[in-house]
């Protein structure tokens, strides 16, 4: 069945460090490619999505490139900032009702 | 924000009783769905509707039933409450089945079965 990897947590950076979660999947056909943000107290929020290999996706200056060489699709943000302190999931989705795959979520803390 | 609320928002209930989780959108979206958040699994999916009356199961139904009488309402019922149900429950809808819609989440349900 379809499966989504991701690093374990807490990644904990200081303020304007550089930022990479991991990201793997495992999927039978070509499913979308997603990352969610879960703030405290709140349900997920689309951060960005990748639709198709070599796409990629980029929201309030996060990033992540669909590479179906290596089933990966890691976030990145070159300079991180306190409020971006929250839970992250990368999920998949190949269709049919939009019937999402997450992975185990990746806590990140960002001091001062 | 998407228009969905999700009531209670918190509710501690004690072993066997039956609980009735209510999700209520206002976007008027054909599909919403019923996940549940526990640590080390992410979220998983419980059941999903793609239309009044029209519900399937999801990845971890066992102990869970759903009906969708209105397009704006979903409800989960826990029909005798186990400990192993203690979670965090999300609604979720979207516009359309497609791999690339986005889904819309409500601010969750914490439900501790005691």
């Known amino acids: 069945g379809n499966s989504v990897t991701q690093m374990e947590g807490p990644v904990t950076l200081s303020e304007e460090a550089f930022l990479t979660i991991n990201c793997t999947y495992t999927?039978?056909?070509?499913?979308?490619l997603f990352w969610y943000v879960q703030y405290p107290g709140e349900g997920l929020q689309l951060l960005l999505k990748?639709?198709?290999?070599?796409d990629k996706g980029s929201n309030k200056g996060f990033e992540a490139t669909y590479r179906k060489e290596t089933t990966s699709f890691h976030l990145e943000k070159g300079s991180v900032q306190v409020s971006d302190s929250a839970v992250y999931f990368c999920a998949l989705s190949e269709g049919g009702f939009q019937k999402l795959v997450f992975g185990t979520g990746t806590r990140l803390l960002v001091s001062p | 924000d998407a228009g969905i609320t999700q009531s209670p928002r918190h509710k501690v209930t004690e072993t066997g009783t039956p609980v009735t989780l209510r999700c209520h959108q206002t976007?008027?979206?054909?599909?919403m769905y019923w996940y549940r958040q526990d640590p080390g699994h992410g979220l998983r999916l419980i059941h999903y509707?793609?239309?009044?009356?029209?519900?399937d199961k999801g990845e971890v139904s066992d102990g869970y039933s759903v009906s969708r009488s209105k397009t704006e309402d979903f409800l989960l019922t826990l029909e005798s409450a186990t400990s192993s149900q203690t979670s965090v429950y999300f609604c979720?809808?979207?516009?359309?089945?497609?791999?690339?819609?986005?889904?819309?989440f409500g601010q969750g349900t914490r439900l501790t079965v005691v």
């Open positions: 990748a639709t198709k290999a070599d």
């Open positions: 979720a809808i979207s516009e359309s089945a497609g791999g690339n819609t986005e889904a819309f």
């Open positions: 976007e008027n979206h054909r599909y």
């Open positions: 999927a039978t056909g070509y499913p979308s």
């Open positions: 509707s793609y239309g009044v009356k029209d519900t």
